[in-house]
């Protein structure tokens, strides 16, 4: 049986990586093997044997090569980049949706490149289009609010870019779509405080012109209204999902001599507004006031006493989106629509209305 072929010696020495990143060429070399044979291995190809490929790879560990994913969408004529594309006021959930991203392209080949805008510019369409094209992007994620922008999903199919849709209600054909039902959470919500005995209860609502906002502030309203309890118009605010806007509102609502028992906010950060105000307010949280955020955002354990929060597992919807622009279309196809049901946690911040 004829001796295994050893590897020819390379004049490359590891060490020498330290001051450089090494090279595709350079894994050759040291390895004994074409380049091709590398960039097999790097993109799975079946045809390259066992033994072989884990030299390689544990080759490319020790130096610490890394695939550029530029480089490779030039080899193979397609991009292995996904884009994020938002315009969301609150950090923590799009960092939550990135890890999430992250979580799924993991130990994929592809990589993640975000785009922040401003869906109220005027060009701001037109600048996602220079995103994609320019960095020729395999997919895009559009995370809300930019996700309920037709106009933006009908721009990235004429340019021929995959994209998924994360959004409280289906916008879309079921293979781009990843369903939140803000809905049924905030329902939760109302059906949880009025099984605690509120019935004077107020509503912080995000903004208007997000589908979020409408389908929570509907979900709330109509659930009450099925427990015959009718919400006045005096006890809905909206506001803009940041503090800031929920201790404008807060104010407006404890300043009046018949304030509300309870108030539900649309997300965590108008929440931490309110308690802000009932706290200069001498206003005892949950003893006089009961509150509900939305989120289940990290800020909603973090805060004294902690509050009562509908989950929406923000990382595993980005996970879902992003997995979904790196399936083949063939899968996606025909398959039930992606969703994310979310759940009330009841903490501390809710107890029955004083007598």
Request: hydrophobic letters at 40%; a positive charge; aromatic letters at 6%.
């Amino acid at each position: 049986m004829p001796a295994a072929k050893k590897p020819r010696k390379s004049a490359i020495d590891p060490a020498d990586f330290k001051g450089r990143a090494a090279t595709i060429n350079d894994i050759a070399r040291l390895a004994g093997v074409s380049k091709k044979t590398v960039s097999r291995i790097i993109n799975r190809s079946p045809l390259v044997r066992e033994e072989t490929r884990e030299r390689v790879e544990a080759l490319m560990r020790e130096v610490g090569y890394t695939p550029d994913p530029l480089a490779r969408g030039l080899a193979f004529r397609r991009s292995f980049l996904i884009g994020m594309v938002y315009d969301n006021p609150t950090a923590q959930f799009i960092v939550n949706m990135q890890y999430g991203a992250l979580d799924a392209l993991r130990g994929s080949g592809f990589e993640l490149v975000v785009h922040p805008c401003d869906s109220r510019s005027p060009d701001y369409i037109d600048g996602v289009r220079r995103f994609v094209q320019q960095q020729k992007l395999h997919g895009v994620m559009l995370v809300p609010r930019v996700s309920e922008d037709q106009a933006l999903a009908d721009m990235l199919a004429s340019i021929g870019c995959r994209y998924t849709r994360i959004a409280a209600v289906a916008l879309d054909a079921h293979s781009r779509m990843v369903i939140t039902h803000d809905r049924d959470g905030a329902a939760e919500a109302a059906d949880y405080l009025q099984t605690l005995g509120h019935r004077d209860i107020a509503l912080i609502t995000g903004p208007g012109a997000y589908r979020s906002a409408i389908e929570r502030t509907e979900g709330f309203v109509d659930a009450l209204s099925r427990r015959g309890i009718k919400l006045p118009k005096s006890r809905v605010l909206e506001a803009g999902y940041t503090f800031e806007s929920g201790v404008a509102a807060a104010e407006k609502l404890l300043s009046a001599k018949d304030r509300p028992t309870a108030i539900f906010c649309e997300n965590d950060e108008m929440a931490a507004g309110v308690y802000r105000v009932a706290l200069r307010m001498g206003i005892s949280i949950p003893r006089q006031l009961s509150v509900i955020g939305y989120d289940d955002s990290p800020l909603a354990s973090r805060l004294w006493p902690p509050l009562t929060s509908v989950r929406r597992d923000t990382r595993d919807t980005g996970r879902i989106a992003a997995a979904m622009l790196i399936q083949s279309e063939d899968d996606l196809r025909g398959r039930p629509v992606a969703s994310v049901r979310p759940h009330l946690v009841a903490r501390d911040s809710c107890q029955p209305p004083e007598a």
